[in-house]
């Protein structure tokens, strides 16, 4: 989790292929993880096309 938080603010976790190699897990694992985070953080966290990774923004 923390690794992936890392990677989020850095911007740096490529797609989401690219993201479930990196962390060790299968892509459906990254979505899941993904919702999870959603859920308990302050901020939204999107894919952005631009910057071929997952960033986090505010929740509006």
Same mark, same amino acid.
């Given at each position: 989790m923390k690794l992936l938080i890392e990677l989020i603010e850095k911007k740096k976790t490529g797609s989401p292929e690219e993201l479930?190699?990196?962390?060790?897990? %299968?892509?459906? %694992?990254?979505?899941?993880?993904?919702?999870d985070l959603r859920l308990c953080l302050e901020k939204e966290i999107t894919y952005s096309k631009e910057e071929k990774s997952y960033i986090f923004s505010e929740k509006s």
């Open positions: 479930a190699r990196k962390i060790g897990v %299968t892509k459906r %694992t990254v979505f899941h993880i993904l919702d």
